[in-house]
Every structure is written in C-alpha cells, then in structure tokens.
Nanobody, 124 residues
Framework: QLQLVESGGGLVQPGGSLRLSCTAP????????IGWFRQAPGKEREGVSC????????NYANSVKGRFTVSRDNAKNTVYLQLTSLKPEDTAVYYC?????????????????WGQGTQVTVSS
C-alpha cells in the first residue's frame, strides 16, 4: 500500500510563501502522477494542482494559477507545491495524492492513495 507523507505546512502572514513536500518513504513515486488537494473547515475538498509522473504536464485550479507552482524531483522521490502570495482563503489542510498514470487530472476520485495532510494557515 503506497503511503504518502506531506510536510511543510505552517502559519504564514498574507502575502507570504510556503513550500509543501510530498514523499513516499517506502515506494518510488516515479510512475505516479501526483495531485494536490485542500479542504478548509466546512468546505468541500478542492483540487489545487497536479503533475504528471514525468513532470512534463501540470495543471492548476484557477484560484491558484500564477501563485502556486508544482514540481517534482524524482531523484529525491519528492513532489513539491510552492505556495506564494498566500491569501487567508488559502487556509486549509493540504493533501497530496497519487495515481499510477502518465498524465494528471485534478479530480480527487481518480486518486487511490492519499497522505494525512498538512495544515496551512494564512493569517496576520
């Protein structure tokens, strides 16, 4: 069973930045496309971004386009989500998820493997 671990969340002021990481301690992520999702209290889970297994295709939700950047370093077995120009409405638990495909689509139902999430709080 593929297990994912997110890290890098925290408290940041509006306009600040964070870098989230997603890794799998006992599996290689080379063949997995990775999605990033978030869920704020009282709201439905929202797709944020995804990156294909080779890193040659990325997608972003309109709400984060131009502010968030997804990347991967397969040598480090890690996928990153760089969050910049953060807004209070970006506050949520952020999850990474994996699916064994070449391409990526920001659709939660396609991802069978999920991490436990990392909290991002944007507040002054």
């Amino acid at each position: 069973q593929l297990q994912l671990v997110e890290s890098g969340g925290g408290l940041v002021q509006p306009g600040g930045s964070l870098r989230l990481s997603c890794t799998a301690p006992r599996y290689t992520l080379d063949f997995y496309s990775i999605g990033w999702f978030r869920q704020a209290p009282g709201k439905e889970r929202e797709g944020v971004s995804c990156i294909s297994s080779k890193g040659d295709n990325t997608n972003y939700a309109n709400s984060v386009k131009g502010r968030f950047t997804v990347s991967r370093d397969n040598a480090k077995n890690t996928v990153y989500l760089q969050l910049t120009s953060l807004k209070p409405e970006d506050t949520a638990v952020y999850y990474c998820a994996a699916v064994n495909t070449l391409t990526c689509i920001i659709a939660a139902g396609r991802y069978p493997y999920w991490g436990q999430g990392t909290q991002v709080t944007v507040s002054s």
